[in-house]
């Protein structure tokens, strides 16, 4: 039974740049999440993604959007990249009627904006 | 922002030993868990514990909530090297999102 698995693994952009994350969810789970990790932060909550559409938001702008698909896999877009935007993205997946919102993470995209 | 912060930042003991560390939050909460992160990489679910609920333990990990100062602490006995690692507190108010601290660093010495 697979995790939840993300790609890529890491990747490097300059600034001004678009870049797009994937996120496919653990079997079973209908629910992903993204979060962003600075160093030696904790992770803080980006959106979460139901039936297809996002059902909250952190405090994060709109350059920050994304999708989730029929198959419940997921990807965050990051627009007009600042070096800010560095750091790792978690995406995390849950199963809705689950209670108690445990979510199972995967390894991370780690973003270097240069 | 943070919801929740960890006491201490980090936290270095002898193998044996046990570890404590605390996390106190702002606002209401459904339940509170606790995470463990390796080296920067993903999160691995520990434990949870409701708001109805004192205290929950599981194999070597205890856990307590008091509702009423907003405070949960992370008791992890007879640690082992392989406990060394970042713990996270994280508040869920609904559904829809975790709230983490900025964690505790926890370092087994052998």
């Known amino acids: 039974d697979a995790g939840v698995t993300q790609s890529p693994t890491h990747l490097i952009k300059t600034r001004g740049q678009q870049v797009t994350l994937r996120c496919s969810p653990k079997s079973g789970h209908d629910t992903v999440s993204w979060y962003q990790q600075a160093l030696g932060q904790g992770p803080q909550f980006i959106f979460q993604?139901?039936?297809?559409?996002?059902?909250q938001r952190g405090n994060f702008p709109d350059r920050f959007s994304g999708h989730q698909f029929p198959n419940y896999s997921s990807e965050l877009n990051v627009n007009a990249l600042l070096l800010g935007d560095s750091a790792l993205y978690l995406c995390?997946?849950?199963?809705?009627?689950?209670?108690?919102?445990?979510?199972?993470f995967g390894a991370g995209t780690r973003l270097s904006v240069l | 922002s943070q919801q929740g912060e960890e006491d201490p930042q980090a936290l270095s003991i002898q193998e044996g030993e046990n570890a404590t560390m605390n996390c106190s939050y702002k606002?209401?909460?459904?339940?509170l868990q606790w995470y463990r992160q390796n080296s920067g990489r993903g999160l691995v679910h520990l434990i949870l514990?409701?708001?109805?609920?004192r205290e929950k333990h599981s194999g070597r990990l205890r856990v307590t909530l008091d509702t009423s100062k907003k405070s949960s602490s992370l008791l992890i006995t007879a640690s082992r090297a392989a406990d060394t690692a970042s713990y996270f507190c994280a508040t869920a108010s609904n559904d829809y999102k975790l709230s983490f601290g900025a964690g505790t660093t926890v370092t087994v010495r052998a």
């Open positions: 606002t209401s909460i459904n339940n």
């Open positions: 993604y139901y039936e297809e559409e996002e059902r």
């Open positions: 514990i409701r708001s109805n609920e």
């Open positions: 995390a997946s849950s199963f809705m009627g689950g209670g108690g919102n445990i979510q199972y």
